[in-house]
C-alpha cells in the first residue's frame, strides 16, 4: 500500500514539474567543475604537467609508502593566490610562497583555478632525505 503511494506521488511530482516547465538538472551541472588529481608518489608526481580548464579545481594527494610528510610550494604565492581560490591546507608565507603545511600520507591539499596561466611548483618530501620534486599546472 506504501508502495503505490509513493508511485503516485513521485508521478504526481513529475506531472507538476512537467506544467511548471522546470527541467532536471544535467549530470555536469549537478557534479559542478572537474577535479583534477595530482597523486605525489615516492619520488615522482603523477602529473608533471597538467592542463587544466578555469574553474577546475586540483587535488595534490600524498600517497607515498612507506608514510611520508610532503608539501606543496608555489614560489610565486601571490600570482597564485590571486589566480586561485577555495583552498584547502594553502596557505600564504611571509617569504612570499603559498604552500601547504605539512601532509601526511593520505592527506589532501586543493586550489580552484579561475585564471588561465601556467603555475610552477615545487613538492618537497622529507624521507631518508629531503627529495624536492617540479611540476606545472597550465590552466586553460
Do not use: C
Not at 586540483?58 to 593566490?81: A, C, K, L, S, Y
Amino acid at each position: 500500500m506504501m508502495t503505490r503511494r509513493l508511485r503516485i506521488l513521485g508521478a504526481l511530482v513529475l506531472f507538476l514539474v512537467g506544467l511548471t516547465g522546470l527541467d532536471s538538472p544535467s549530470a555536469a551541472e549537478v557534479a559542478g567543475p572537474p577535479v583534477r588529481v595530482i597523486n605525489v608518489e615516492r619520488g615522482s608526481i603523477s602529473l608533471k604537467t597538467l592542463e587544466a580548464n578555469r574553474g577546475d579545481t586540483v587535488v595534490w594527494h600524498n600517497v607515498i609508502v612507506p608514510p611520508t610528510f610532503m608539501n606543496v610550494i608555489f614560489d610565486r604565492g601571490r600570482e597564485v593566490q590571486r589566480a586561485s581560490d577555495s583552498p584547502t591546507r594553502f596557505q600564504s608565507v611571509a617569504d612570499g610562497t603559498y604552500r601547504t603545511g605539512p601532509m601526511s600520507t593520505a592527506e589532501t591539499a586543493s586550489l580552484r583555478f579561475h585564471t588561465a596561466g601556467t603555475y610552477r611548483y615545487r613538492v618537497m618530501t622529507i624521507m631518508d632525505t629531503e627529495v624536492e620534486m617540479e611540476g606545472t599546472i597550465v590552466v586553460k
